[in-house]
T-cell receptor, first 112, second 113 residues
Framework: KQEVTQIPAALSVPEGENLVLNCSFT??????LQWFRQDPGKGLTSLLL?????REQTSGRLNASLDKSSGRSTLYIAASQPGDSATYLC???????????FGRGTSLIVHP | NAGVTQTPKFQVLKTGQSMTLQCAQD?????MYWYRQDPGMGLRLIYY???????DKGEVPNGYNVSRLNKREFSLRLESAAPSQTSVYFC????????????FGPGTRLTVT
């Protein structure tokens, strides 16, 4: 059974810092990995989708990498802003049922 | 495109009452999902529908039923609500079972007293 872990559970940084969020998974036979953002009281918004054949994806100040052999993905946020404050979740799709398995998220606060 | 829509946004039920949560997507997606999100528990899959006409149980199906009414709509029914079903419910969809982005609705916040 796939298990997804996100460390740290919470992170507080000053504005302007570059930061890395981690996502690890136990079964490396994945189809894809997706990063989401969730604002308080809202639904999940997709940030980046990495296919199993890809090493990284970029969108603006966000860069997500994937290393299947080590069972890890990182989300890099450059020049963080207070508006980046949210919970970030990763989800891994693997196995014949094609059901995404979610981590519990990293709660990020960027203070001015 | 409206994406994934859910109704209602908020609901308060008494123990034993029934209700149906509605979900619709306008992206022509094949697969649809119902999750619940609770503090400290993360997102847990209740039921999913890989394609129109099929439904399968997820991690926490007890106390729930679903209907894939057509390709667009996937409803979740609570037949006899219990306080343990107090949660935020999210509907999601994917174009196909693998290789594509999952899109989420805004959620329904349900309180059972």
């Amino acid at each position: 059974k796939q298990e997804v872990t996100q460390i740290p559970a919470a992170l507080s940084v000053p504005e302007g810092e570059n930061l890395v969020l981690n996502c690890s998974f136990t079964d490396s036979a994945i189809y894809n990995l997706q990063w989401f953002r969730q604002d308080p009281g809202k639904g999940l918004t997709s940030l980046l989708l990495i296919q199993s054949s890809q090493r990284e994806q970029t969108s603006g100040r966000l860069n997500a990498s994937l290393d299947k052999s080590s069972g890890r993905s990182t989300l890099y946020i450059a020049a963080s802003q207070p508006g980046d404050s949210a919970t970030y979740l990763c989800a891994v799709t693997s196995g014949g049922s094609y059901i995404p398995t979610f981590g519990r998220g990293t709660s990020l606060i960027v203070h001015p | 495109n409206a994406g994934v829509t859910q109704t209602p946004k908020f609901q308060v039920l008494k123990t034993g009452q029934s209700m149906t949560l509605q979900c619709a997507q306008d992206m022509n997606h094949n697969s649809m999902y119902w999750y619940r999100q609770d503090p400290g528990m993360g997102l847990r899959l209740i039921y999913y529908s890989a394609s129109e006409g099929t439904t399968d149980k997820g991690e926490v199906p007890n106390g729930y039923n679903v209907s894939r009414l057509n390709k667009r709509e996937f409803s979740l029914r609570l037949e006899s609500a219990a306080p343990s079903q107090t949660s935020v419910y999210f509907c999601a969809s994917i174009r196909d079972r693998a290789g594509y982005e999952q899109y989420f609705g805004p959620g329904t916040r349900l309180t059972v007293t």
